[in-house]
Every structure is written in structure tokens, then in C-alpha cells.
């Protein structure tokens, strides 16, 4: 069984870079039976997909949050991370990472961190 864990400031200011990191533990970053994603869910509302990143290091990204987002990886470290660049308020979240079999057969999350936008 995969285990991941976010890892991250908890309160980024205005206009500033929210950056995440996922630690993976049971599984490999670079094993192609996996993809690695964040996605988040702002207070009230449901979740909202972020992004992921593939076996080979290729990202995709939601169309909404492209402009301001980035997803990569430390390989030596089985790490995945996430930037998430000139945040407002709106971006105030529980960001969770999660891994998902290729065939979509299953996905384990981490536990969530909040992150809350605010001066």
C-alpha cells in the first residue's frame, strides 16, 4: 500500500508562492503503474483537481490554474511537489496529495493539509 504525506507552510500571504510538497512511501514516483496528484478543496465546496504528474516527469495541469502552477519531483527523495504561484484568498484550501493506479483501480491519499491565503 502507497503512502503519501503534504508537507508545507500553512499560511501563505496574498500575491506570495504556496509550495507543497508530497513524500511517497510503498511505491515509486518513476514506476509507471502510477500517476501523482494534487487537488484541493476549498472550505464549503467540493474537491477540485490541481494537477498531476506522470512516471516520466510530464505534468498536466487544470485549465483553470495553469497560468500559476507547477508540479514537479525530487526522484533521489521520492518526492512530488507543487507551486502554486500569486495566491489569493480564493486559493485557501485542504490540499491533498494522492496516487492513483494507472487503471484507475485504485488511489491512496494523503491526510490533507490546510493551507489558508491571508496578510
Known amino acids: 500500500q502507497v503512502q503519501l504525506q503534504e508537507s508545507g507552510p500553512g499560511l501563505v500571504k496574498p500575491s506570495q508562492t504556496l509550495s507543497l510538497t508530497c513524500t511517497v512511501s510503498?511505491?515509486?514516483?518513476?514506476?509507471?503503474?502510477?500517476?501523482w496528484s494534487w487537488i484541493r478543496q476549498p472550505p464549503g465546496k467540493g474537491l477540485e483537481w490541481v494537477g498531476l504528474?506522470?512516471?516520466?516527469?510530464?505534468?498536466y495541469y487544470s485549465p483553470s490554474l495553469k497560468s500559476r502552477t507547477s508540479i514537479s519531483r525530487d526522484t533521489s527523495k521520492n518526492q512530488f511537489s507543487l507551486q502554486l504561484n500569486s495566491v489569493t484568498p480564493e486559493d485557501t484550501a485542504v490540499y491533498f496529495c494522492?496516487?492513483?493506479?494507472?487503471?484507475?483501480?485504485?488511489?491512496?491519499w494523503g491526510q490533507g493539509t490546510q493551507v489558508t491565503v491571508s496578510s
Open positions: 504528474i506522470a512516471d516520466d516527469g510530464s505534468a
Open positions: 510503498g511505491g515509486s514516483i518513476t514506476s509507471s503503474n502510477y500517476f
Open positions: 494522492a496516487g492513483f493506479e494507472i487503471d484507475w483501480s485504485r488511489v491512496d
